[in-house]
């Protein structure tokens, strides 16, 4: 045994160091690939310390007064984050009511309702709305559904449900309940808090009912057919079964599409009116964080640019804890599949 | 008897009810599908002209676009350039060497995240590392450029890459794999070239998809390529781009702009939509020659 094994040696001699630059070129070529995903990290880090940098005057300056702070004026160089943040947290909002039941049922109907020959080609037209770069939203906003709201939508809202109707005589509802103030408003154009939020949820439907569609197709289908079985209509295994089972993904998706209409610029800007105030009405013009780096940055200086900067800090962290939220909501039923 | 009828009955309205309310839904979704590709049709059409293509933004009301054309090609072909070989590499080792590994699912958890973080705040970021110490090395001379836009974009484009490698790669039999490397193929070359042979039209189709999202992108290129209203095909210079200059003569009162604008927009959709559905071409015909 000893002595074969001794005689073999020598016949592999000559490979090693093949073998070993081989395995030089592996180690190199995995340090390699190891630095490009880094890349990955280092940008999100990069985002985050960039504006939390840029932002440091701004912080300083403000202390947290800036979170609370609903002045925004450059005249005096006095600013505080409170109006963008409000309407960031408004358009979103809206934009989430209206888009989360929309995309519920686009995906129920795909997945349960329509006849099979047609869920493709229906399917692939919602997520071709995912396609559309956001400056065509913007300018469709701008030109075609911000007229179109001024002139059909918003005389309806304001003199039904607003405080500040035209005839001068606010409804019941109007006047006893918060929805007057929501809906109040002396401002003649389309833009405002509301349309943002319209567009943003289209915006984000496809997001959100694509997400729905695919965990709705992960529900074993010996659990619905048992609830077909036992006499249970469509509605009833979509709401009983079919929602329970993938309830945290669907949370996950609602929540990735709100990460994404956090941070949404163009189409925002173009129809949120970009008014640095704050008011409790829908339908006034409004900012959003987003918009409003867009719209100063370029020619911002000294302690507004920094404040711009903590802006996006504090968007950057936002996002950043809302799409994590989804990630790890998204990874719970992957993880029960596998089991 | 009665109240089974009755119960049954409510159950059914009920069904009946939510279906139609999920179709409709369906149906509000392609409305607004349609309302926005419409407008954008018959806005752009109408508006698209020979200058659109000869001449510049300098011109304002009687100029084209063709430098912001020529800008955005630059641009996102900076940007592609950038994150095509990081992105496939970070792919590749996601895929092949941290699959499983702590700092693998880390980084494919954080790419997801970055996929979908605020663009704005990425071309803050590049602001801050490129556009910020090239002004301070040259002095001023140097501040916005091209090549600052596509390292903005770039960032963008990346995790898009970095998902479909690393999707595509893990498609990939591991019999293949195996059989490599019983032949004694060093790992390197079984990744370069074998591997990433396998699943290059995947590749292909994420690298088409990455284009598609950055050729729309306008916010990170606001303060990063900034804009140009002349022609340049120098990197570093200020460049303008298609989305960008649509932003801008959107803003503007004339309506004549408006009009350019809208030619802009329409030239950017066809192109968006064109991408996709050649990304989708190329992974379905590499779907056919496999069966």
């Given amino acids: 045994m000893q002595a074969e094994q001794s005689a073999v040696a020598p ?222 209509s469509t509605w009833e295994v979509s709401w009983d079964i079919v929602l329970p089972y993938t309830r945290s993904a669907v949370i996950g998706g609602i929540f990735l599409g709100l990460g994404r209409a956090l941070g949404e610029t163009m189409a925002v800007t173009f129809v949120l009116g970009n008014a640095m105030q704050l008011s409790a009405s829908l339908l006034d013009p409004g900012a959003s964080i987003a918009s409003t780096i867009a719209n100063q940055f370029s020619e911002a200086a000294g302690l507004q640019k920094s404040s711009l900067m903590a802006l996006a800090f504090l968007l950057f962290v936002v996002t950043f804890i809302v799409l994590l939220i989804a990630r790890l909501m998204l990874r719970r039923l992957a993880l029960k599949e596998g089991r | 008897m009665a109240t089974n009828e009755s119960l049954y009955l409510r159950r059914r309205i009920k069904n009946i009810l939510a279906l139609t309310l999920s179709m409709v839904a369906t149906l509000i979704g392609l409305f607004f599908l349609a309302w926005i590709l419409w407008e954008t049709l018959r806005q752009g059409i109408s508006a698209i002209d020979f200058k659109l293509f000869t001449k510049i933004t300098a011109y304002g009301e009687d100029g084209g676009l063709a430098n912001a054309m020529i800008g955005s090609l630059i641009i996102d072909f900076i940007g592609i350039a950038i994150a095509t070989p990081i992105g496939v590499l970070a792919g590749a080792w996601l895929a092949e060497y941290a699959n499983r590994t702590k700092l693998g699912e880390s980084i494919r958890f954080l790419n997801d995240i970055l996929l979908s973080a605020p663009s704005i705040v990425l071309g803050l970021f590049v602001y801050t590392i490129v556009v910020l110490p090239t002004t301070a090395l040259t002095g001023g001379s140097t501040t916005f450029s091209g090549f600052a836009g596509g390292v903005a974009l770039a960032l963008i484009a990346l995790p898009v890459i970095v998902r479909t490698t690393d999707e595509m790669l893990r498609l990939v039999p591991s019999t293949l794999r195996e059989a490599a490397l019983s032949l004694g193929v060093p790992q390197w070359k079984l990744t370069m070239n074998i591997l990433m042979r396998a699943a290059r039209s995947g590749i292909i189709t994420g690298v088409l998809l990455a284009l598609a999202r950055i050729s729309g992108e306008t916010a990170p290129l606001l303060f990063t390529a900034f804009g140009n209203n002349y022609m340049t095909f120098n990197p570093m210079d200020k460049m303008s781009s298609l989305p960008q200059v649509i932003y801008q003569y959107a803003n503007d009162p004339g309506e004549a702009m408006h009009a350019i604008a809208w030619a802009g927009a329409f030239v950017v959709t066809m192109f968006v939509l064109l991408l996709s559905l050649a990304s989708r071409l190329v992974l379905s015909r590499n779907k056919v020659s496999h069966d």
């Fill in chain 1, 11 to 232: 016949v592999i001699a000559p490979p090693t160091e093949r073998a070993l630059r081989d395995a030089r070129n592996d180690r190199l070529f995995g340090w390699l690939l190891k630095a490009c995903a880094l890349i990955v990290l280092a940008s999100l880090l990069g985002a985050a310390g960039a504006t939390l940098w840029g932002g440091r005057h701004a912080f300083g300056t403000f202390g947290w007064h800036f979170l609370g702070d609903a002045t925004w004026d450059p005249g005096n160089d006095h600013y505080g984050a409170l109006v963008p943040v409000y309407g960031t947290i408004a358009t979103s909002f809206i934009a989430l009511l209206i888009a989360v039941p929309v995309s519920f049922g686009i995906a129920l109907y795909l997945s349960e309702v329509a006849p099979p020959w047609l869920r493709t080609p229906v399917g692939s037209a919602i997520e071709l709305l995912a396609g559309i770069p956001s400056i065509i939203y913007g300018m469709w906003g701008l030109f075609i559904f911000a007229p179109f709201f001024s002139d059909h939508i918003k005389p309806f809202l304001a003199n039904y449900l607003g405080n500040k109707p035209e005839s001068g005589h606010p409804t019941w509802i109007a006047e006893h309940t918060f929805v007057g103030k929501l809906f109040g408003s002396d401002y003649p154009f389309g833009a405002s808090v509301l349309t943002a939020g319209i567009v943003l949820a289209i915006m984000i439907i496809p997001f959100i009912s694509s997400v729905m569609r695919e965990v709705f197709q992960t529900v074993p289908t010996r659990l619905k057919e048992s609830a077909y079985a036992l006499g249970s």
